[in-house]
Nanobody, 116 residues
Framework: QVQIVESGGGLVQPGGSLRLSCAASGSTFSIGFIDWYRQAPGKQREWVAGINRGGSTSYADSVKGRFTISGDNAKNTVYLQMNLLKPEDTAVYYC??????????WGQGTQVTVSS
């Protein structure tokens, strides 16, 4: 079984930066993909960015050019570097691991608030 723990959220001013971490433990050898999602109040959860075990990345149009997803296999951790943050980036950010068999494990989420 895989366990996922997110960290790094907080309050930041518009234009600022945050780095979120997604630490995996347990049967990490089974993980094929890690994705970040976010859910703002009153809205549906939306996909933000993803990375596969080979290091290929993809991004939602709304964050492309501002967010960067990266992985450290030695630490079993995936990062989401968020720059040029906007108030509309305010949300709870969730990390999801997926095995090649399609088993998905979600973390508990970390709050990001962008406000002056």
């Amino acid at each position: 079984q895989v366990q996922i723990v997110e960290s790094g959220g907080g309050l930041v001013q518009p234009g600022g930066s945050l780095r979120l971490s997604c630490a995996a433990s347990g049967s990490t050898f089974s993980i094929g993909f890690i994705d970040w999602y976010r859910q703002a109040p009153g809205k549906q959860r939306e996909w933000v960015a993803g990375i596969n075990r080979g290091g290929s990345t993809s991004y939602a149009d709304s964050v492309k050019g501002r967010f960067t997803i990266s992985g450290d296999n030695a630490k079993n951790t995936v990062y989401l570097q968020m720059n040029l943050l906007k108030p509309e980036d305010t949300a709870v950010y969730y990390c999801k691991s997926s095995s090649y068999a399609g088993l998905a494990i979600w973390g508990q989420g970390t709050q990001v608030t962008v406000s002056s």
